[in-house]
């Protein structure tokens, strides 16, 4: 059964994330021209608040709050030419706002832009391609259908596919997301 994240867990293993991907990046000769580890780019979300309003008081996470979806993934693209490490975190209702946009930067462009998705509404009793809301029951088929990888994070221990999901979108320069199933706490 799912659960919620308490958003600490979340932010910890972003670091540790964007650490990986500053190593990887020094590996390969680029070198950081400021302290901080990554960027949160944000669309106003209720379903991952508890994560954003820590992030606030975070020094070595920048958050970046855009208007709307279509432009953090054109934000994304920006970071990712200039070899900064992200993650767009969004909710459902962004996923399908910005399709087009997922389609011609993330994958046309070939643009490795991770996305921590928030199943607003989620029932804990049911599995979200069973759910009575529309919104939770079509956002994984239509990740199918774009093919799009992506995993849940229902609780604690799924924090593990945050790192693995990141790593997947930029070996295959293209889209990799997770879903958050509950709010976070």
């Not at 606030?56 to 979806?69: A, G, I």
């Amino acid at each position: 059964m799912p659960e919620s994240i308490p958003a600490p867990l979340i932010i910890d293993t972003l670091k540790d994330t964007f650490r990986e991907a500053r190593a990887s990046l020094a590996a390969e000769g680029a070198r950081p021209r400021h302290d901080h580890l990554g960027w949160i780019l944000s669309v106003p979300d209720t379903h991952q608040k508890s994560v954003l309003a820590a992030l606030d008081k975070e020094r070595t996470l920048r958050v970046l709050t855009c208007s709307t979806e279509d432009e953090a993934n054109a934000i994304a693209a920006g970071l990712w030419m200039g070899g900064e490490p992200f993650a767009l975190m969004i909710q459902h209702a962004g996923l399908y706002a910005s399709v087009n946009t997922l389609r011609g930067v993330a994958m046309d462009g070939r643009v490795p832009i991770f996305y921590m998705i928030g199943l607003l509404q989620r029932e804990k009793d049911k599995e979200p391609r069973e759910s009575r809301h529309s919104m939770v029951r079509y956002c994984e088929p239509l990740l199918d259908l774009f093919g799009v990888p992506h995993a849940r994070v229902e609780g604690p221990d799924d924090v593990r596919f945050i790192p693995e999901y990141y790593r997947l979108a930029q070996k295959r320069r293209g889209p990799a997301a997770v879903l958050v199933g509950l709010e976070t706490a």
